[in-house]
T-cell receptor, first 116, second 110 residues
């Protein structure tokens, strides 16, 4: 399977715990995006990387959220001290950025987080 | 004003009819436009993208872009019950992130 993969697919955690999600993009893609989606809404941008550089982070993202892409390949998203409001689907997507511009973006299957 | 707007629906069409989904955006610098299909509980699946004014056809799908009116649409011909899903419009300005609309829920009635 050469698509975007995410792990785990489902995560149930208790409020106050830390969680970490992993995303493996399509191998030739240099951009990687994280989104959050709640029921009835479109994906909400969180952050994106070009190679290992984090180029943009949403103003809506609290300090409890951090993302890394240390070698420009896979990425991790960590949520510290989870709150019930963090319950959502966390989506990863990747694309190729190069001339003539950013190409299409493809999503992974998502990680569904439930905070109890 | 939200950056990308869509009617939330549900839009109901009979099987075999044409479904028309609409999207407006606020950023005049937007350059790329995408339509995703999302089934309940699944992640978005890219079905169409369009970069230039006019129409782009791919099978039963046609995307239409009018940058002057800041409007992009998706037509689905010969709608099938399997087309029932939420359709997300996404817009990107060069070098920046993708902004998604809230989605339109389509129901194709057999």
């Amino acid at each position: 399977d050469t698509g975007v993969s995410q792990d785990p697919r489902h995560k149930i955690t208790k409020r106050g715990q830390n969680v970490t999600f992993r995303c493996d993009p399509i191998s030739e893609h240099n951009r990687l995006y994280w989104y959050r989606q709640t029921l009835g809404q479109g994906p909400e941008f969180l952050t994106y990387f070009q190679n290992e550089a984090q180029l943009e982070k949403s103003r809506l993202l609290s300090d409890r959220f951090s993302a890394e892409r240390p070698k420009g390949s896979f990425s991790t998203l960590e949520i510290q001290r989870t709150e019930q409001g963090d319950s959502a689907m966390y989506l990863c997507a990747s694309s190729f950025h190069g001339p003539p511009g950013v190409r299409e973006q493809y999503f992974g299957p998502g990680t569904r987080l439930t905070v109890t | 004003q939200k950056e990308v707007e869509q009617n939330s629906g549900p839009l109901s069409v009979p099987e075999g009819a044409i479904a028309s989904l609409n999207c407006t955006y606020s950023d005049r610098g937007s350059q790329s436009f995408f339509w995703y299909r999302q089934y309940s509980g699944k992640s978005p699946e890219l079905i169409m993208f369009i970069y230039s004014n006019g129409d782009k056809e791919d099978g039963r799908f046609t995307a239409q872009l009018n940058k002057a009116s800041q409007y992009v649409s998706l037509l689905i011909r010969d709608s099938q019950p399997s087309d029932s899903a939420t359709y997300l419009c996404a817009v990107r300005n060069y070098g920046q992130n993708f902004v998604f609309g809230p989605g339109t829920r389509l129901s194709v009635l057999p």
